[in-house]
T-cell receptor
Framework: DTAVSQTPKYLVTQMGNDKSIKCEQN?????MYWYKQDSKKFLKIMFS???????INETVPNRFSPKSPDKAHLNLHINSLELGDSAVYFC???????????????FGQGTRLTVV | RKEVEQDPGPFNVPEGATVAFNCTYS??????FFWYRQDCRKEPKLLMS???SGNEDGRFTAQLNRASQYISLLIRDSKLSDSATYLC?????????????FGGGTRLMVKP
């Protein structure tokens, strides 16, 4: 069973299009995330979301919006795609511990987005 | 200053060598620390959590120094299969919520 699954695995699209990436986790975790890994391989947090709160990294353009129909899903919608959006996008989930403690995050296999 | 900093490497070592990676973090309130491993074109996967007293898992030893705000990973008897990028991960409570923050990764290449 895949713990965190995201689709599609590859996405090639033209500039200006709107696209969505889907993510689902079957771990019963409270918190889900979207990360972006660019060509320099640096993983940057984009969003953190649980059933109480959406936290947005302030550097993320508002063309990116997370949508969560329920606790097990966190989809990423991107409007007006730009060349610079080309990257690998990872979905992840974790279970919050007591206080500020986290358990580890489990990652999906990634979506390789190429904007042409 | 980046929240989590690592030497990007690459570290090129022969099989059987011992190699150590360090990582520094800026948020003194951080509570959770991890080392992840990422293979080329794959997702990051947890290698080990890092506990205050230090912990060992087979050939891997992790240490935490809260006073100096750094974390280390020691790999003994390196194998070819250890070649990967090792990511230092810290939780960052406060202004960004309770989100895991990744260092840029240290690339390890183990050669025959």
């Amino acid at each position: 069973d895949t713990a965190v699954s995201q689709t599609p695995k590859y996405l090639v699209t033209q500039m200006g299009n709107d696209k969505s990436i889907k993510c689902e986790q079957n771990l019963g975790h409270d918190t889900m995330y979207w990360y972006k890994q660019d060509s320099k391989k640096f993983l940057k947090i984009m969003f953190s979301y649980n059933n109480k709160e959406l936290i947005i990294n302030e550097t993320v353009p508002n063309r990116f919006s997370p949508k969560s129909p329920d606790k097990a899903h966190l989809n990423l919608h991107i409007n007006s795609l730009e060349l610079g959006d080309s990257a690998v996008y990872f979905c992840a989930s974790s279970q919050d511990g007591e206080g500020w403690r986290n358990t580890e995050a489990f990652f999906g296999q990634g979506t390789r987005l190429t904007v042409v | 200053r980046k929240e989590v900093e690592q030497d990007p490497g690459p570290f090129n070592v022969p099989e059987g060598a011992t190699v150590a990676f360090n990582c520094t973090y800026s948020n003194s309130a951080s509570q959770s620390f991890f080392w992840y491993r990422q293979d080329c074109r794959k997702e990051p996967k947890l290698l080990m959590s890092v506990y205050s007293s230090g912990n060992e898992d087979g050939r891997f030893t992790a240490q935490l120094n809260r006073a100096s705000q750094y974390i280390s990973l020691l790999i003994r008897d390196s194998k070819l299969s250890d070649s990967a990028t090792y990511l230092c991960v810290v939780n960052a409570p406060g202004n960004a919520g309770n989100m895991l923050t990744f260092g840029g990764g240290t690339r390890l290449m183990v050669k025959p």
